[in-house]
């Protein structure tokens, strides 16, 4: 039986050829949202600025300028693969900010539960609410709108817009920060591989 394990094992650690899939993934997953998010902060930043502002964010119309250009350059150099480690930081930091200040007081969820669903949830008392706003809108748009049409894309739902994308995002910045852009599939695998020399200091 120990054999046959130590057997299972050895195959499984094979895949290990493979192991730039995980870091390209999450690469190719996390660039266009952060290219999407920085390119919408400076295309309306002069409207962000209140935003911020409202967030008690400390000089918020520069704020939403780096914000965004943290997020726009940190989304192309993960796209490319391009000193991953070093942009992963100020975007994991620009992950917090966004968690505490735009997302905290609605709990984990970004959308509404009709129950508990992750432990860690500290403003269970959005579920109850979120449940019965959404069943409220429900019956207006039923009786003044045409709701098979409203329906047809998906149906309604109410954004509680909890830390839940934030931290999600996060974990991933944070996995690729210790594991770097991969090999092969990246800039920085190739650059390291002709001019990455030990560190002395």
């Not at 195959?11 to 290990?16: A, I, V, Y």
């Not at 309306?44 to 967030?55: I, M, R, T």
């Not at 109410?158 to 996995?175: H, P, Q, R, V, W």
Request: net charge negative; proline share 4%; with cysteine.
């Amino acid at each position: 039986m120990t054999g046959f394990l130590n057997c299972m094992q050895g195959l499984l650690d094979r895949t290990r050829a493979l192991d730039f899939l995980g870091p390209l993934a999450l690469r190719i997953y996390l660039a266009p949202i952060f290219i999407m998010a920085g390119s919408n902060k400076l295309a309306h930043a002069e409207y962000l600025g209140p935003y911020f502002e409202s967030l008690g964010i400390p000089a918020p119309q520069l704020m939403v300028y780096v914000a965004g250009l943290t997020e726009l350059v940190g989304g192309f150099a993960l796209l490319a693969g391009l000193a991953v480690r070093w942009m992963a930081a100020p975007l994991m930091f620009t992950m917090i900010i966004a968690a505490t200040t735009a997302h905290w007081e609605n709990g984990w969820h970004a959308l509404p539960e009709t129950e508990l669903t992750m432990p860690w949830e500290w403003r269970t008392d959005l579920i109850e609410e979120g449940t019965t706003r959404k069943e409220k809108a429900r019956e207006i748009l039923r009786e003044h709108g045409n709701y098979g049409w409203l329906t047809e894309a998906g149906s309604i739902t109410i954004l509680k817009n909890g830390i839940e994308f934030a931290a999600t995002y996060f974990i991933m910045l944070l996995a690729l920060f210790f594991t770097g852009a991969g090999k092969y599939l990246s800039f920085d695998y190739w650059i390291a591989r002709k001019w990455r020399q030990e560190a002395t200091c």
